[in-house]
């Protein structure tokens, strides 16, 4: 299945019950659990081992596997993708299990030095961001409540809750223009791009539920504003952490947090960079299309990211369940050289960053917006405003 013209409807051919095997490759990120478990007790280099297993390992398998372009039926019905959707719907008490069993251990190790406990943390974050916020995302797009819910609580175990709010409310609406912080500019460096879409997502996303508040005539306080949820949440996690394991505890529950949301930006710079949307003029623009995300087609880092990396369908098709995002090809969507493991370690080196992203950037402006001749605008930040 390829591209846009692929219709979402139903369809009488379309299977109603998927085989386990199908949904088994998705399951892959459950092997992070018994890795960041022996890095912990083990100590010593073996601290290390989640960060290779991410970075390291699912690069080379994506480079032995190659790339897919296969792809369910879109119109396949919800309730064939059971084994699908259950890896995502497991791993909130899974996490919860890993995150505070870690805070509870931690400060009782003493086979762990400060430079040990460092990378375990971070090994930690690597599990919650790689794997719980992408299995977040994936949750907070559904209609569903349990899902929404598990979302919430995927999202404040990395303390970034309103990351829902601006996702669902500012970036999808937004992406590729000025209003949006998490569409990184071209020539912008994720080390200047990660403070400006700090301050920017909490103060967009807290802006968006704000004014939906008030075009039902209610107060930015009001019980229904989603922050106070994410509030409760976020608090509820640092007691629990603190009850656990004292003050080194809440540290050891930050710290793998802040990895986390560090993961999570690192791939947001990489999925929409130097893309933008043309300019209408009045503050209007061209409607999302394929070609204003990053895609990579890698095998392996697919499975592990739950199909992520096809991202251009899913702006496309926001409610579209993983399984079911479709490839689109060069001709309709970008294409990244390598998978995101890779693509995210290249972006905190900004001098190869730009030597590789921006002429593909460039190759994709002539294709797509010959008529624009002055660029300055976009590469500012300020088209259309």
């Known amino acids: 299945m390829t591209d846009s013209s692929i219709s979402s409807e139903p369809s009488a051919s379309a299977p109603t019950r998927l085989p386990l095997k199908l949904a088994l490759p998705f399951w892959l990120p459950v092997l992070m659990i018994p890795v960041v478990i022996a890095s912990t007790m083990l100590g010593g280099f073996w601290v290390v081992l989640p960060i290779i297993f991410t970075w390291g390992v699912f690069a080379t398998l994506d480079a032995a596997l190659g790339q897919s372009t296969d792809g369910l039926d879109p119109q396949t019905q919800e309730s064939a993708l059971v084994w699908h959707r259950m890896i995502t719907l497991i791993w909130a008490p899974l996490q919860f299990i890993m995150i505070f069993g870690l805070v509870w251990y931690v400060p009782r190790a003493d086979h762990l030095n400060p430079v040990e406990i460092y990378f375990v943390t971070i090994g930690m974050g690597i599990l919650s961001g790689s794997v719980g916020i992408v299995y977040a995302h994936e949750l907070m797009h559904q209609k569903n409540k349990l899902e929404r819910w598990l979302g919430d609580i995927l999202m404040n175990m990395a303390l970034y809750g309103h990351f829902r709010s601006e996702h669902l409310l500012v970036h999808h609406r937004y992406v590729g223009t000025p209003r949006d912080p998490v569409t990184a500019r071209y020539n912008e460096t994720f080390w200047r791009f990660y403070p400006r879409v700090l301050k920017g997502c909490?103060?967009?996303?807290?802006?968006?539920?704000?004014?939906?508040?008030?075009?039902?005539?209610?107060?930015?306080?009001?019980?229904?504003?989603?922050?106070?949820?994410?509030?409760?949440?976020?608090?509820?996690?640092?007691?629990?952490?603190?009850?656990?394991?004292?003050?080194?505890?809440?540290?050891?529950?930050?710290?793998?947090?802040?990895?986390?949301?560090?993961?999570?930006?690192?791939?947001?710079?990489?999925?929409?960079?130097?893309?933008?949307?043309?300019?209408?003029?009045?503050?209007?623009?061209?409607?999302?299309?394929?070609?204003?995300?990053?895609?990579?087609?890698?095998?392996?880092?697919?499975?592990?990211?739950?199909?992520?990396?096809?991202?251009?369908?899913?702006?496309?098709?926001?409610?579209?369940?993983?399984?079911?995002?479709?490839?689109?090809?060069?001709?309709?969507?970008?294409?990244?050289?390598?998978?995101?493991?890779?693509?995210?370690?290249?972006?905190?080196?900004?001098?190869?960053w730009r030597k590789m992203m921006n002429p593909r950037v460039q190759q994709w402006r002539s294709k797509y917006y010959p008529e624009i001749t002055d660029w300055t605008p976009y590469n500012k930040g300020r088209h259309g405003l």
């Open 202 to 352: 909490l103060l967009s996303s807290f802006k968006a539920e704000r004014d939906m508040l008030a075009r039902k005539n209610l107060p930015w306080w009001h019980h229904s504003n989603p922050f106070w949820r994410y509030a409760a949440l976020q608090g509820a996690f640092l007691v629990l952490a603190f009850l656990l394991g004292g003050w080194v505890g809440v540290v050891v529950f930050i710290a793998q947090a802040l990895a986390a949301i560090f993961q999570l930006e690192l791939v947001n710079y990489v999925e929409h960079y130097g893309l933008t949307r043309k300019s209408l003029g009045n503050g209007k623009y061209e409607h999302v299309q394929p070609r204003h995300s990053w895609n990579a087609s890698h095998k392996a880092s697919n499975w592990f990211l739950i199909n992520l990396q096809r991202h251009s369908d899913h702006h496309f098709k926001p409610d579209r369940r993983f399984p079911l995002l479709q490839f689109h090809s060069e001709d309709h969507a970008p294409q990244l050289p390598y998978s995101y493991p890779v693509m995210t370690f290249f972006a905190l080196f900004p001098r190869k």
